[in-house]
């Protein structure tokens, strides 16, 4: 078992910038890959991006070169910084953890006035 606490979401003017956290306890050796996955207003989740235990990206292509994805092995911490954001990030944030099976968080609301 896999326990994930986000943090760090909110309201943020279009242009601006905000970081999201999630922390991760439990069986925690075992995760591989942790990233953020985001669910818009009547819109399905959809990944936002990933990191490997090796430090190997992945991003959605609307969130290139403005959101960055790092990983605390020590702290067994991901974070999301989002730079530039923009009305159409808005959404619910979840976290996720992969290791035999995949684990969300709660989730985190992220909104973006235009």
Request: hydrophobic fraction near 35%; aromatic fraction near 12%.
């Given at each position: 078992q896999v326990q994930l606490v986000e943090s760090?979401?909110?309201?943020?003017?279009?242009?601006?910038?905000l970081r999201l956290?999630?922390?991760?306890?439990?069986?925690?050796?075992?995760i591989n890959l942790m990233g953020w996955?985001?669910?818009a207003p009547g819109n399905q989740r959809e990944l936002?991006?990933?990191i490997t235990s090796g430090g190997n990206t992945n991003?959605?292509?609307?969130?290139?070169?403005?959101?960055a994805i790092?990983?605390?092995n020590a702290k067994n911490t991901v974070y999301l910084q989002?730079?530039?954001?923009?009305?159409e990030d808005t959404g619910v944030y979840y976290c996720l953890a992969l290791e035999r099976y995949p684990?969300?968080?709660q989730g985190t609301q992220v909104t973006v006035s235009s």
């Open positions: 760090g979401g909110g309201l943020v003017q279009a242009g601006g910038s956290s999630c922390a991760a306890s439990g069986n925690i050796f075992s996955y985001r669910r936002v991006a990933t991003f959605a292509d609307s969130v290139k070169g403005r959101f790092s990983r605390d989002m730079n530039s954001l923009k009305s684990y969300w968080g």
